[in-house]
């Protein structure tokens, strides 16, 4: 009898071992000096991110484990890339303070501005355009950040929503760094990180109008002092709703229950800058993990990362509706 539970138990450690585990790899020929807005594009099972600083746009491609990389002519930085919907080769991306359309084959080594959609903040030359995402009906939701100056003194920076048909609707004021984005239908949530506020905001939304309420604190990463503060960057969300907070600085990415702000996973790099992470891959339970290389940060910094099992599942990137 005891030797019977003794395998039992054995095997359910074995099992709980391997539910718990993970790993980490980079993806090759990946680096971006400043990698950000991974976007997991389903019909095409690839990987869409930018290099902003390098006004770069990166196509991971599954199938091939490949990457194909271009630069967009003209145009010196690269916010985030959002393909549009019923238009495959064409890709919302954020230059400057301007959200462009980038005609990109997704094999070229250069992409084309074809024409604007729309601008904000057009005098605020000091500004640009940061992470974006699309909800899950299709709008696009992005905000700014001070480029030049120190973006922790000078808060210019907005939250955006914008529509098919409508005018460009700001959602927040008083952003110092707008960054990560996430959606949770079944708890109709909205998830927003101002990487200057050092935590991670809840609001209500409705999805049928596109408006964020109600905004509450549901996981904060201050520490004892200032120096100490990690930086929360991009953010994705599980099939649990569980959240993926990455960490520029902090060589981190946290799992968190926003429901209790309880962490349940640290997920370790071998990198500091950790910058953004979508889940992707044929079953969505593959997350990848983009990073920076900024202030000389030695290698593998600005590598792009794919971690497996962690368990979890997640939703696939939706196209720009325009």
Not at 13 to 31: N, Q
Not at 122 to 143: Q, S, V, Y
Not at 193 to 217: H, L, Q, R
């Amino acid at each position: 009898m005891f030797r019977n539970m003794f395998f039992i138990f054995a095997a359910l450690a074995l099992l709980l071992g391997v539910a718990m585990s993970y790993k980490v790899e980079p993806l090759p020929d990946s680096f971006a000096g400043l990698g950000e807005g991974p976007h997991w594009d389903e019909a095409r099972q690839s990987l869409y991110y930018v290099d902003i600083e390098a006004g770069g746009l990166l196509r991971y491609d599954y199938q091939e484990n490949k990457v194909y990389k271009a630069k967009i002519e003209g145009e010196p930085l690269a916010g985030f890339v959002l393909p549009i919907e019923g238009r495959p080769q064409e890709f919302a991306v954020g230059c400057g303070r301007r959200v462009e359309i980038v005609q990109w084959d997704g094999v070229s080594p250069t992409a084309k501005v074809v024409r604007q959609l729309f601008q904000v903040q057009p005098l605020l030359e000091k500004n640009r355009l940061n992470d974006a995402k699309t909800d899950p009906r299709g709008r696009f939701f992005g905000g700014t950040m001070r480029y030049i100056g120190d973006e922790f003194e000078f808060r210019h920076g907005e939250l955006y929503r914008w529509e098919a048909g409508g005018q460009t609707s700001v959602i927040k004021g008083d952003v110092g760094i707008s960054n990560g984005l996430a959606w949770d239908e079944k708890a109709k949530k909205f998830y927003y990180i101002d990487t200057t506020d050092y935590e991670v905001k809840s609001y209500d939304y409705d999805f049928e109008t596109g408006v964020a309420s109600n905004p509450k604190v549901v996981f904060n990463l201050r520490k004892s002092s200032p120096k100490d503060h990690l930086l929360p960057d991009g953010l994705t969300i599980d099939t649990e709703g569980n959240l993926y907070v990455a960490t520029f600085n902090g060589a981190t990415i946290y799992k968190v229950n926003p429901n209790t702000g309880k962490v349940l996973l640290e997920i370790k790099f071998p990198t500091k800058q950790i910058t953004s992470a979508a889940f992707g891959g044929p079953n969505l339970d593959i997350l990848y993990v983009t990073t920076a290389a900024k202030f000389d940060q030695p290698a593998p910094a600005g590598t792009t990362f794919k971690v497996t099992g962690l368990n979890a599942t997640g939703y696939p990137g939706v196209n720009l509706k325009i």
